[in-house]
């Protein structure tokens, strides 16, 4: 970390503006090689978080570059904690390209993806849930994600995990008093005490363990697979879904070529709708080919919305499929309602006791809000209520499930009569799992692995 990182921060291309970043504590006389202040301000009086407008120069030629604001920030108060310089000049991919070149010929390194955020977190101004949190912040698509992930950022998560290691910690600390003095013992009342703060702590950890769903699903959005058999309509339905959310964003590309997979903005939340493509334009008979693919997309959602032809009866294709979805949760939803209806609604109603099949036209629109009323209903169907902290990665809740059941251990050799040491090893276990979440403690590989995922210039 001790030498001077760079890189273009704004996605290249032409726009409004780029920013080049610097970071490291070559960064301010680097800038000092190649920005020209624009009279009367110098290089001596430009002051930190205040910005500066001037010239960038090719110091071999002395040519003008681009016409630019310079921010400057002195370590620790800046993004990364270092020395940083951010300059702001016309956006275009050239003449970004051109000053990052002249970055790089003073001496700075070209940035790794995420290696401005990865830094910060070196330097210890965010733990690992905050870092992963900036990405999440970036790849946000609904409301709820952001939300979640900037309560994350905000250190909502890292409080109460913080809080928790604490409290373990102030249990070891007592475990290895009584080992460090064996004579004095741990008397009974002592070990009940401490596996009472063991299971409390451990409860919590359980509680946490049970915002999973909500979180992964806040930030990641609900995997719904759309089954029904050819021609009921499911195209239609995702068209006018899609038609319904006015999200000014960039469309998100199918993710695998055999489906095809549409993000769907419902309200505060997201849906990533799989239609399986192969069923669709078969005439007739779903071949093995379909209901193989509806299986793998059954396989990865986490809720089968349905589709039955309200203007038909019950066929063959449709009972297959039925039978696929299975133990999926689903959303039973009876298209072309504007047609006469010749489904036997009041067979289906006692086939599927749980749930009142949803009634809905994909072409006019009828029951499309009511629709997306239950959606979202049955999105947040479990979620915590309040505004606690929640998690939301598959890391958090390995990490938050090993602890535990180190904790679980804990307990049982603090009421059966395990020797101090044996306990105190689950104990650091537990602590160690914990850690990792935040990061206190980590391997590279993780840290590669968290990273790899941001852009460069993050
Ligand atoms: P898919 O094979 O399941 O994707 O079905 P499509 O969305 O391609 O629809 C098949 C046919 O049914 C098309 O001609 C649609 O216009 C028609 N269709 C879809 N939804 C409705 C509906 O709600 N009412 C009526 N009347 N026709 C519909």
């Known amino acids: 970390m001790d030498d001077t990182i760079a890189a273009i921060a704004t996605p290249l291309g032409d726009g409004g503006i780029h920013i080049v970043r610097i970071s490291g504590p070559d960064a301010w006389p680097i800038a000092c090689?190649?920005?020209r202040p624009a009279p009367p301000q110098t290089?001596?009086?430009?002051?930190?978080?205040?910005?500066?407008?001037?010239?960038?120069?090719?110091?071999?030629?002395?040519?003008?570059?681009?016409?630019?604001?310079?921010?400057?920030?002195?370590?620790?108060?800046?993004?990364t904690s270092e020395d940083v310089v951010e300059i702001h000049g016309h956006g275009g991919a050239f003449v970004a390209t051109?000053?990052?070149q002249g970055v790089l010929d003073q001496g700075a390194r070209l940035?790794?993806?995420?290696?401005?955020?990865?830094?910060?977190?070196?330097h210890g101004r965010l733990d690992l849930t905050q870092a992963e949190a900036v990405a999440d912040v970036i790849h946000a698509a609904s409301d709820k994600a952001l939300s979640t992930a900037l309560s994350q950022l905000q250190g909502e998560l890292s409080r109460s995990l913080n809080a928790l290691y604490d409290r373990l910690l102030a249990v070891l600390a007592q475990l290895e008093?009584?080992?460090?003095?064996?004579?004095?013992?741990?008397?009974?009342?002592?070990?009940?005490a401490m596996a009472q703060q063991v299971s409390a702590v451990q409860k919590e950890i359980d509680a946490l363990i049970a915002t999973?769903?909500?979180?992964?699903?806040?930030?990641?959005?609900?995997?719904v697979a759309l089954v029904g058999k050819p021609n009921v309509g499911k195209s239609s339905l995702l068209n006018a879904l899609l038609k319904e959310d006015r999200a000014i964003v960039t469309p998100h590309p199918g993710t695998t070529r055999d489906v095809l997979e549409?993000?769907?903005?419902?309200?505060?939340?997201?849906?990533?709708?799989?239609?399986?493509?192969?069923?669709?334009?078969?005439?007739?008979?779903?071949?093995?080919?379909?209901?193989?693919?509806?299986?793998?997309?059954?396989?990865?959602?986490?809720?089968?919305?349905?589709l039955l032809d309200l203007s038909m009866p019950l066929d063959a294709n449709d009972d297959m499929l039925l039978d696929a979805v299975g133990a999926t949760p689903r959303l039973i939803v009876l298209n072309k309602c504007d047609r006469p209806p010749q489904l036997d609604t009041d067979a289906l109603a006692k086939r599927f006791q749980d749930e009142t099949p949803f009634p809905i036209s994909a072409t006019t629109g009828e029951g499309?809000?009511?629709?997306?009323d239950r959606l979202h209903a049955r999105i947040l169907a479990g979620a915590p209520s309040g505004e606690g902290a929640l998690i939301t990665r598959e890391r958090h809740r390995q990490a938050l499930a090993g602890s535990r059941d180190a904790l679980q251990r804990v307990t049982e050799s603090l009421n059966g009569d395990l020797s101090e040491d044996l306990v105190a090893v689950d104990l650091n276990t537990a602590l160690e799992h914990l850690g990792g979440l935040l990061g206190k403690t980590f391997v590279e590989d993780l840290l590669d692995q968290i990273f790899d995922d941001f852009c460069i210039g993050k």
Do not use: C, M, W
């Open 212 to 223: 999973f769903r909500a979180g992964r699903i806040y930030r990641e959005g609900l995997n």
């Open 177 to 192: 008093a009584a080992i460090d003095f064996p004579e004095e013992g741990l008397e009974f009342e002592r070990k009940q």
């Open 33 to 35: 090689q190649l920005f």
């Open 262 to 306: 549409e993000r769907v903005r419902i309200r505060d939340l997201h849906l990533n709708i799989v239609d399986t493509a192969g069923i669709r334009h078969q005439p007739e008979v779903i071949e093995e080919e379909g209901i193989k693919r509806t299986r793998r997309a059954l396989g990865q959602a986490d809720l089968a919305l349905v």
């Open 43 to 79: 290089l001596e009086t430009i002051e930190p978080l205040k910005v500066a407008f001037g010239h960038i120069h090719d110091p071999a030629t002395g040519r003008i570059l681009d016409e630019v604001l310079l921010t400057r920030f002195v370590k620790p108060h800046s993004y």
């Open 111 to 122: 940035a790794l993806p995420g290696e401005f955020t990865r830094r910060a977190f070196l």
């Open 368 to 372: 499309l809000d009511a629709l997306i």
């Open 98 to 100: 051109r000053i990052l």
